[in-house]
């Protein structure tokens, strides 16, 4: 079983970029479909990005899409989550999510959780 672990997260102004990376120690994140989601403050876990496992099918969040770029380095065990053009409302704690079926936005179809990494944009 793959064990997560975001980084990259941080207090930045509206507009800017930030890049999270999340990392599996095991090394079998290569074998899985990957997400991202987020949580805000009083708000369910909502889906972000997804990955299928060698790449070629992605998709996003319409809240994201155009803003977010989801890729995978399955050398390095590892998925990343380009931000740009940064908004308020993406401040939320970013996790990074394992599954060995096709991609899917709702959360309990992942079985493997990082432990998630603060986002914060300021207006």
């Known amino acids: 079983q793959v064990q997560l672990q975001e980084s990259g997260g941080g207090l930045v102004q509206a507009g800017d970029s930030l890049r999270l990376s999340c990392a599996d120690s095991?090394?079998?994140?290569?074998?899985?479909?990957m997400g991202w989601f987020r949580r805000a403050p009083g708000k369910e876990r909502e889906f972000v990005a997804g990955?299928?496992?060698?790449?070629?099918?992605?998709s996003y969040a319409d809240s994201v899409q155009g803003r977010f770029t989801i890729s995978r380095h399955n050398a390095e065990n590892t998925v990343y989550l380009q931000m740009d053009s940064l908004k308020p409302e993406d401040t939320a704690v970013y996790y990074c999510?394992?599954?060995?079926?096709?991609?899917?936005?709702?959360?309990?179809?992942?079985?493997?959780w990082g432990q998630g990494t603060q986002v914060t944009v300021s207006s």
């Open positions: 095991v090394g079998t994140l290569r074998d899985c479909t």
């Open positions: 999510a394992a599954r060995a079926g096709p991609s899917t936005t709702v959360p309990i179809g992942y079985n493997s």
């Open positions: 990955i299928s496992w060698e790449g070629g099918r992605i």
